[in-house]
């Protein structure tokens, strides 16, 4: 892979300095996983970037954006396994072995009954 | 008719037994990473923030990767479920309506937690608990990542876009193809972005297979 408009780097550091070398010039390195070497996105003629929760939308409007996008059916979510709280580290250990395919979730109420005295 | 009277009475029980309890069950972080469940307080809805009473919460691997800042703590920040009780000046949400957002003060793996109204959304009406509990953090990533920092922009390289507020996307052709093998949150930016006409390849997905090859 080579001359990308935009790498997302989410895996790991290692990943972010070998994402510098396949973004072209010009192009942008947005990574998640630890701040790219400043001195090498400069040699490479590269914007690199952190996503900033300080200057961007707030977590609201961003949220409000994201449910709107849901209820027009423009994206789905993928549970890839649910788990109680009780398994909530079995839940962890799957996470921690990063083969997922969806999210992982802690079922922890399952609503409302009625309550009898 | 006596029956229809004891269910009565016993729906009018539990709609005015809404309050939330003194004592909660949740997951609580031990020395090494280790997870236990205890029983806790429940947590206090301050000005501006809502207590929730927990349907589902999502799983995260920075929820793991913080535990030893969270030690005697509650981990998790993705949640979803009914709004239980409302701080002072909230105006906006009301008790029982159907919520999801980021719970990263009180943590999320717990049968209440709390959420300041700046991070707080409604349900999508199209998705399950289980799913909107894996809403915040993902979409947090998609959003900030890709949209704001990345400059994302429908049908144009990156190089030369405006960032724009819409999205407009168009079905994905493969988004199986394009998911990188790791955690969640990439998922959902992939399918994200891809939804948005920007042509994506998963560098996780490559580096992983260079790996192994």
Redesign the interface.
Known sequence: VKNVDLVLNTADAGTTARSIAVVRSGGTLVSIVGPPDAAACAAAKIRCARPDRETGASNADMLARVVELADAGKFKVFVDGTFSLADAAKAWDKSREGHTRGKLIITVSEGPTIKHQ | MRSTLG?A???T??LT?QAAPEKM???EVGVG?????QWRPVPQPGAGEVLI?????????V??KAAQRRLGMV??TDVS??IDSVGEGVTDWKVGEQV???ARQSGS???YAVIP???????????T????????I?????????H?????ARGK???SMAPRVE?V?PPCRSPRRL???????????I???C?RS??T?S??T??RNSKTS
């Open positions: 269910l009475l016993a729906v029980v539990s037994a069950q949740a997951a990473g280790t997870l236990s469940v009473k927990v349907r589902a919460a999502g799983v995260n691997p929820d793991w981990p998790g479920g009914t999801l957002g980021f793996y717990a049968e109204v700046n991070s707080l959304a409604r349900k999508p009406k199209s998705m608990f289980e799913q909107a509990a894996g809403v915040p993902a979409a947090e990533t998609a959003y900030r990542a890709l704001e920092t990345g400059k994302i390289p990156c190089s999205w996307p998911a990188p093998a790791s955690s969640a949150p990439p998922r959902l930016t399918t994200i972005s939804a920007v042509s390849r560098s996780t490559r580096a």
